[in-house]
């Protein structure tokens, strides 16, 4: 199987699964718990905030980091959280990922004054219609650092000038699950107050995840319990999934400087062989400007769905767009772009991870060529 759908989940490292393991068979303890085995458990998951805070470029001693299940959860979190004052305005970026797309629609059904910032034709956020948008009433901006539909790069300092030029009490949320521990992020340098991040798009394990939040930023909580992550986030803590999730960040870190390289290379490739195919009207959405994690094709001769299928029976795993929302009908961020409906039904979404070679690429590009033969496009 050649595995090309890296942007929905990862394949995890060895030793993430050698520490989970560990934590959940000698070290198995309820960190809240009392007794000193226990309690030192409770110390490597304090050491593990701190570990992500400085991946983060964070402040170590003042920031934190709050576990969840997952960047849905950290994205409700930061924006429910957040989300105290009907008399202000919530801004959100139109490409957002649903857990945060859907959360901005459910503040509206509540009653909060919601507004979406339009994207350009590149995938980025409009930055000019933010300046119209971001007034003295705005206290509330959240905007993706990586696309997880074509990696546009949104410039996350760029985003907050403009917010402090109206209102520099304003709160900046950034989903950074497509970017983390694969591009240079430095949360402190950019003014973000709170960030999700997952561990499972770096080779970590489904089910953890975390938020960020700068000692500035105060947020109220949305679950109930037993008061564990400084009563943000009540349950049982997950201490094998955050150590585990810890090992991935380290493994992703101390590479990510290759592994940025080999996925720009394999895109190079993707894209300067696609260009060849005679006749073939291929549209690359993903261009200079994005991650080269994820790149976002349009045949606008075929439809996408049909493309994926063939692959599939060749064990070839590509996607047509986000895996959180698959059973859609469209593709919201792509419309945003200004594409046309029939170009949408052509998009096709290829995502490497830190194990692809050039060979995966080569059997991607002869398979999709097979295919549009077949098609008679």
Known sequence: MIYLDNAATTKPFDEVLKTFNEVNTTNFFNPSSSYSSAFNLYKKISEARKMFIKFLHGDEENDNIIFTCGATESNNLAIFGSATNKNMT???????????????????????????????K?????????????????????????????????????????????????????????????????????????????????????????????????????VFGGNQEFTLRSGTVNAGGILSFLKATEIAFENKDKNYENALKLKNILVENLKKIEKRKIIVVSDDFCSPYVVSLIFENSRGENILRFLDTKGICVSTGSACS????????????????????????????????????????????????????
Request: a positive charge.
């Open 90 to 120: 919530y801004l959100f970026s139109s490409g957002e990922h649903p857990s945060v797309y859907n959360c901005a629609k459910e503040l509206l059904q509540r009653g909060f004054d919601v507004k979406f910032i339009p994207l350009q």
């Open 122 to 222: 590149n995938g980025q956020i409009d930055y000019e219609e933010l300046e119209k948008l971001m007034t003295e009433k705005v206290c509330f901006v959240s905007t993706m650092f990586v696309s997880n539909e074509m990696g546009a790069v949104n410039d996350l300092a760029r985003i907050r000038k403009i917010i402090d030029n109206k209102n520099k009490n304003a709160i900046f949320h950034v989903d950074a699950v497509q970017g983390f521990g694969k591009l240079a992020l430095n949360l402190k340098k950019f003014g973000v107050n709170l960030c999700s991040i997952s561990a499972h798009k770096i080779g970590g394990l489904k089910g953890v995840g975390a938020l960020y939040i700068s000692s500035n930023t105060n947020i109220k909580n949305v």
């Open 326 to 377: 698959s059973n859609k009908v469209g593709n919201r961020i792509l419309e945003s772009m200004k594409y046309s409906k029939q170009q949408i039904m052509g998009a096709l979404r290829v995502s490497f991870g830190f194990e692809n070679s050039e060979r995966d690429i080569e059997i991607l590009v002869k398979n999709i060529i097979e295919c549009l033969k077949l098609l008679n496009i």
